[in-house]
């Protein structure tokens, strides 16, 4: 690793291409629908990378594009949803047919698996899973990705190790980042400063490009510093239609346009990738067909009521 302190400001285009390859572990930051790091996610579906194995938390909207446009044969995660818009549909349906890889495991249990990877640790104990379907019916399986072990001060304690997470790269959407790779997130960080510190690449996008001497004037405000990030990508609105906290809400219109057409599947589905993503250049031709000005005022206008 070699995040040297010089300027890493560039397209989602070059960042993408330079540090995202088929067959790679990423990382995906947000979670629901907050702060999903949706402009990258538009421009890895726009290169075709594939054979993806998708990693976090909650993985939303942005997994499950990259499912739906065959780019995605595994996920390891939590759970799949967009909070009260439903399930990942082009997930769920994948799972359904067999054709993605899938493993399950709790919230704390992937967070804890980004801990021993940003540790530098081989696994990381736990006893949340202990008494949990996910735990017996993995091991029941045969999943190898779990083991329980006794305390060895205790015998009668019983411990699960959960393997570390350490994805190739990690994906994440951030509110300010200085040219160098200093993140400021604010509002909700979930796993992202575990999964970015155990990731060999990071590509970070951000509503706002700050000073290095502003990041210097407030250094308790930094949630990463630049020796982790690889790349950062100047994209204002860069969670649409997620929300990002301060600037602006989830567009609830979007997402339910979303949902009908990623539950519908078929031509509706590929009609959403063609019109959104592939008969667009980058992602703010992607704003200008998805959401007009008018919107975009009402959208910052809730966030502020919110605030």
Known sequence: MNRKSSNKVMSAAEAVERFVHDGATVGMGGQSIGR??????????????????????????????????????????????????????????????????????????????????????????????????????????????????DNPWNPDEPVVLLPACRPDVSIVHAQKADELGNVVIEGFTTQEPEMVRASSSVIVSCEELISSEEIRRYPDRTTV???????????????????????????????RRYQVCARSGGEAYESYL??????????????????????????????????
Request: hydrophobic fraction near 40%.
């Open 36 to 149: 999903c790091a949706m402009a990258l996610t538009h421009e890895i579906v726009r290169q075709g990378i594939g054979d993806l194995t998708l990693v976090g938390c909650n993985l939303s909207m942005s997994m499950d594009l990259l499912v739906g446009a065959g780019l995605a044969r595994r996920t390891e995660c939590g759970t799949g949803n967009l909070e009260r818009f439903g399930t990942a549909f082009r997930w769920r349906r994948a799972i359904e047919a067999g054709t993605l890889e899938v493993e399950d495991y709790s919230h704390l249990a992937m967070a804890s698996r980004f801990l021993a990877g940003a540790l530098g640790l081989p696994f990381m104990p736990s006893k949340s899973l202990l008494g949990t379907d996910i735990l017996h019916k993995q091991m029941e399986g045969g999943s190898d990705s779990f083991r329980v072990i």
């Open 274 to 307: 063609r019109e959104m993503i592939h008969e667009r250049p980058d992602f703010d031709s992607h704003l200008d067909g998805a959401i007009g000005e008018p919107r975009r005022r009402e959208l910052e206008e809730s966030m502020r009521r919110l605030m």
């Open 225 to 255: 510093p630049y020796i982790f990030v690889d790349a950062v990508v100047v994209q204002p609105w860069g969670s649409y239609p997620t929300s990002t906290y301060g600037c602006y809400e989830h567009d609830a219109e979007h997402l």
